[in-house]
Nanobody
């Protein structure tokens, strides 16, 4: 059974930082695409950052220069360092692993998802 569990969410003031971590059990990160997403109630899930099997990293425009995604092989975690947070960064953050390819939505779909960790940024 594969399980992904996010942690590190919380409340911060604008300009603050948080470090999210996604721990995997029954699965080894790095064997396929891995990514972070976020979602606000009433809005569609949106990709935040991803790392492919070659180590190539991609970021959504709204987090470039502020967020850093990383894969800690020793700990088997997928991490997201978030700096200079803005109120609009708030939402539920999810990690995902093992892409099944591009789905009908035009985005990569994944076999495994975590339950999410809440991030709240006050103005």
């Amino acid at each position: 059974q594969v399980r992904l569990v996010e942690s590190g969410g919380g409340w911060v003031q604008t300009g603050g930082s948080l470090r999210l971590s996604c721990a995997a059990s029954g699965y080894t990160f790095g064997t396929d695409l891995m990514a972070w997403f976020r979602q606000t109630p009433g809005k569609e899930r949106e990709g935040v950052a991803a790392i492919d099997t070659d180590g190539e990293i991609s970021y959504a425009d709204f987090v470039k220069g502020r967020f850093t995604i990383s894969h800690d092989k020793a700990k088997n975690t997928l991490d997201l360092q978030m700096n200079n947070l803005k109120p609009e960064d708030g939402g539920m953050y999810y990690c995902a692993a093992e892409s099944t390819g591009i789905g009908p939505s035009g985005e990569y779909e994944f076999n495994y998802w975590g339950r999410g960790t809440q991030v709240t940024v006050s103005s």
